[in-house]
């Protein structure tokens, strides 16, 4: 450590600083409020006014420190006061003077300094205002600038109060002066005076009295006696003229005095005049007897205007008056010295805020008898300590409002602040980090990198942006840090979690990749029909590029003539349950060829969730077009090609049969059976294959119409009325009578299929009961779930009118329940036969599928009747399925949904038909 020397004029400079009067004085306001604005402006905790004492510092001001005072040895102002300039020390541990200093060393742990020297206008540095801070920093040059300014308005403060001193010192000695002389020469006069007057007067009437008794007056002047009245007379003008001698004498003092007086008036005058604050001087009452041009420049009042004015009635605000009469009404010594602020109004009507130090000059009797009062016009700097708070206050606005982790830091990575983020917890606890550095905080990789891009920063004074990534409570986090140039070699970096955004950006990026690699054709539509976006597959399908189609209508440029309103419709829409999402259309390409297409269009919606416009995604489906139209085609060829020789070959073995061409033995009567039963199911295959592929190709087109339910169930029974006599079944029915407009051939078909199957499957003697009946909710409709039990819906006649059948539903089954809503119409048909397995009841409705694989041989059939009547169902937008309990039958339900758009009527609902086929 290296001792400050003492500065070459040591001597006067202590002096002037005891002079100033301001050693172990209590703390004032004037100097607290520039110590706490340079420690904002600065950025540091502790700041304070320091003056150096002979072996000591003594600290008129601090904030951010407690002691008062400190040796003068280990003082880093005591360098400061060595130069005219401030004295700047960015990292004391690395400055060999303070390596070593107990200040350095312990606490306060001062790692940085700067202070500005007070220097008088004789060129005394009295002491510095400084700035210290426990970690290293260095300070911009605006920094310097405001402490430089504050430094000066110290050594103001300071020579203020010097002369402040000088004059209050001067004031009461002359007025003791004066006093004195005056007293003394009155006494005087009074007392010579008096006493030659009496001398004279006496002897003159004494022997006047005498003289006049005893003689004339002619005589009376020629005499002894008058001789000695003359002599006593002369005695006593001498007498008289030595006194008034010695009063003239004294007069003249007092002349001088005066003279002196006014010299030292006029003195004082001009240094009140030339002293940088305001000074006030009242007398007891409040009215001005001193009022300096500082007062007069500030106010705009001259002092001879305002001269023995009370100072309230022409200076203060309205509602300070009252108040500070108050104080003057009763002034007390003990009331000074004070300080105070506040405001005055100028003669514009301006009002500048001053910074009031007063003091009191008090009577012989200890009374106050002038109140001198010196100001400081602090209106600017309140104005811009206001606008530091408020500039202060924004920034912390801004920080608090700012999500990310903030870090100032030195380009060698030492931690000068730190604010945690809002968003993510950072790695160790923030309040261990000032100080630190990044290598002692940071992974070392990502300490290098940080590092790095932090001299890339200072050497191009461009912000650097870079992400990494990093484990944070096990989790791989995507990070972008910010570092922009904050100061010399200083940086601030922003650090902000992005992995949201990173995963965000990955699905777009990913969707996007997906939406351009896909064969479909996805575009985008506003909601006035314009195209907004254009996929390589739209490319594809269309041959318009994406720049091509931009801005264009969809409706126009893929000359939409189907469904064009359908479109718009559904694009302007604002209820989604009205779009239509799929259909199939033909559009035209740029070439002019027409394709079929397969479209789906969705609503598209912003993040409030308003409609912006619709996706269309279209499939071209030209070749499963033309795929389906030459299967037509084959079916067509092959139903023809197939059914004429089947049928010219049954008509050939009918004949065979009847005996007509010759009579066969009883071994070629059987082989002729096999054959034409052969026959009979190639022509059911034939039948079924040509009716699946037609069920399941464009031409599968349902003709619909109108018709009530119980004649189609007659009609089917009637249809097996033979089978079932055959058999030996009866057959019951039971229907509602309901309208239903559908394919009524269709559904013939189904229920021939399931009536049959029932026949086949059940033993003779038994019933199968064919019913049709309108749903019906009931209080207990359960909501449909998975793992719902199987259905228990009941069909069974109304018990409180015998005039129709209504479906109960009291339970649901999962896959059912959507077509189990009123205005369904349920179709069951229960056998009492063998029953299906558990795990067959769905397999059934698959191709080719049968329980049994004899059931082809034994009861005939192809395993087809099933697939077709779920086709023609579904078809009818229906849904049909079966349960069964082995050894006990079948039960096949059918739902189809009553066209509700068709009025039924009323006279057809009435009565339940019940017809009984008897075996
Ligand atoms: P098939 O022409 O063979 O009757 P289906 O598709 O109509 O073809 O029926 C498929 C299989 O389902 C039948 O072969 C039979 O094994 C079973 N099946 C259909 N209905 C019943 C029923 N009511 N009782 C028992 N089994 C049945």
């Not at 306060?108 to 290293?136: K, N």
């Not at 992400?467 to 904050?486: H, M, P, Y």
């Not at 019913?771 to 819906?793: F, I, M």
Request: aromatic residues 6%.
């Amino acid at each position: 450590m290296t001792q400050a020397p003492l500065p070459t004029n040591e001597l006067a400079r202590l002096a002037a600083l005891h002079q100033c009067h301001i050693l172990n004085t209590p703390a004032e306001s004037a100097f607290d409020d520039i110590t706490r604005l340079a420690a904002h402006i600065c950025g540091v905790s502790i700041a304070m006014v320091s003056l150096v004492d002979a072996d000591r510092q003594w600290f008129k001001s601090k904030v951010g420190i407690e002691v008062n005072e400190t040796p003068r040895e280990i003082a880093f102002c005591a360098h400061a006061i060595l130069q005219r300039e401030i004295l700047i020390v960015p990292d004391a541990a690395a400055d060999e003077r303070f390596t070593t200093n107990l200040l350095v060393t312990a606490e306060p742990h001062v790692r940085f300094y700067a202070g500005v020297p007070l220097i008088t206008l004789e060129g005394h540095a009295l002491g510095t205002l400084c700035v210290i801070d426990r970690v290293p920093r260095i300070l911009s040059p605006e920094q310097i600038e405001g402490l430089e300014i504050l430094a000066r308005q110290v050594v103001k403060q300071l020579e203020l109060r010097r002369n402040l001193d000088a004059l209050e010192r001067s004031a009461v000695e002359s007025k003791q002066t004066v006093r004195k002389r005056i007293g003394f020469a009155s006494s005087v006069i009074s007392f010579a005076g008096i006493t030659a007057a009496l001398m004279a007067l006496s002897a003159i009437f004494y022997q006047s009295a005498i003289d006049f008794q005893q003689q004339p007056w002619s005589q009376a002047l020629h005499s002894d006696s008058t001789v000695r009245f003359l002599a006593a007379t002369c005695l006593g003008f001498v007498i008289l003229s030595l006194l008034f001698y010695l009063g003239y004498a004294e007069l003249q003092k007092r002349y001088y005095a005066e003279e002196t007086l006014e010299q030292e008036r006029d003195f004082t005058a001009a240094v009140l005049d030339t002293v940088g604050a305001l000074v006030l001087v009242l007398d007891a009452k409040g009215r001005i007897v001193r009022f300096n041009r500082n007062c007069e420049q500030t106010t705009g009042h001259a002092f001879a205007e305002i001269r023995h004015r009370l100072f309230w009635d022409i200076l203060l605000l309205p509602q300070d008056v009252e108040p500070v009469k108050a104080v003057f009404a009763d002034l007390k010594a003990g009331q000074f010295p004070n300080a105070h602020e506040n405001a005055w109004m100028t003669k514009t009507g301006e009002q500048r805020l001053i910074a009031w130090s007063n003091t009191a000059l008090l009577d012989d009797d200890g009374a106050v008898e002038y109140v001198i009062g010196t100001g400081i016009d602090i209106t600017e700097r309140k104005q811009a300590e206001n606008a530091l708070r408020k500039s202060e206050a924004t920034n912390r606005a801004l920080v608090e409002a700012i999500p990310d982790l903030m870090i100032r830091m030195t380009k060698d990575g030492t931690y000068l602040d730190f604010i945690p983020a809002k968003s993510f917890t950072v790695l160790k606890p923030h309040n261990e980090m000032r100080g630190r550095n990044i290598h002692e905080v940071m992974p070392p990789d990502i300490a290098q990198q940080r590092i790095h891009y932090t001299q890339k920063a200072l050497q191009t004074g461009e912000t650097q942006v870079y992400e990494f990534q990093l484990l944070r409570d096990d989790k791989a986090c995507t990070e972008e840090a910010r570092i922009v140039v904050s100061g010399e070699d200083e940086v601030l970096v922003m650090v902000r979690d992005i992995s949201d955004r990173k995963q965000a950006e990955e699905a777009l990026f990913q969707l996007a990749a997906i939406v351009e690699s896909s064969c479909d054709a996805i575009i985008g539509v506003a909601l006035d029909g314009k195209i907004t976006s254009w996929n390589a597959g739209a490319t594809k399908i269309y041959g318009y590029s994406a720049e091509e189609t931009r801005g264009r209508s969809a409706i126009v440029l893929l000359a939409v003539s189907t469904h064009s309103n359908e479109w718009l419709e559904m694009i302007a829409d604002e209820n989604p349950a009205q779009y239509l999402n799929y259909c199939e259309t033909q559009h035209s390409r740029k070439d002019g060829k027409w394709i079929d297409v397969a479209l789906t269009i969705s609503p598209v919606r912003d993040a409030a969730g308003n409609r912006t416009g619709a996706s269309i995604i279209a499939r071209d489906i030209s070749d499963r077009r033309a795929m389906e139209r030459m299967k037509d085609e084959f079916i067509s060829v092959v139903s023809h090609e197939l059914r004429t020789p089947l049928t010219s070959l049954k008509g050939s073995l009918s004949l065979l049969q009847t005996g007509q061409i010759g009579s066969l033995s009883a071994k070629g009567q059987r082989m002729l059976e096999i054959a034409f039963s052969s026959a009979d199911r190639l022509g059911v295959l034939i039948n079924n294959i040509l009716d699946l592929e037609r069920l399941g190709s464009s031409q599968s087109l349902l003709t619909k119409q109108t018709f009530d339910v119980t004649d189609l169930m007659q009609q089917v029974v009637s249809e097996m009325q033979l089978s079932a006599e055959k058999a030996n079944i009866a057959v019951s029915i039971a229907s509602a009578s309901t309208q239903l407009h559908a394919d009524r051939d269709r559904l013939v078909q189904v229920l021939t299929n399931l009536l049959s199957n029932a026949i086949k499957f059940s033993p003779p003697g038994t019933t199968v009961w064919l019913t049709a009946a309108l749903t019906q909710e009931t209080s207990e409709k359960s909501e449909p779930g998975v793992g719902a039990p199987n259905p228990a819906v009941t069909v069974q006649p109304n018990p409180s009118s015998a005039s129709n059948l209504t479906l109960n539903l009291q339970h649901t089954q999962t896959q059912h329940t959507q077509s189990l809503t009123p205005g369904t119409l349920l179709l069951t048909v229960k056998d009492q036969g063998r029953g299906i397995p558990t795990d067959k009841l769905e397999v059934i409705f698959d191709r080719f599928q049968q329980v049994d694989a004899s059931d082809a041989r034994q009861r005939g059939g192809t395993g087809l009747g099933l697939t077709i009547c779920r086709s023609i169902v579904e078809q009818h937008g229906g849904q049909i399925w079966a349960e069964s309990v082995l050894g006990k039958g079948s039960t096949f339900y059918i739902t189809l949904p009553i066209d509700i758009a068709m009025p039924r009527s009323p006279a057809l609902l009435q009565g339940q038909t019940e017809v009984e086929v008897k075996r």
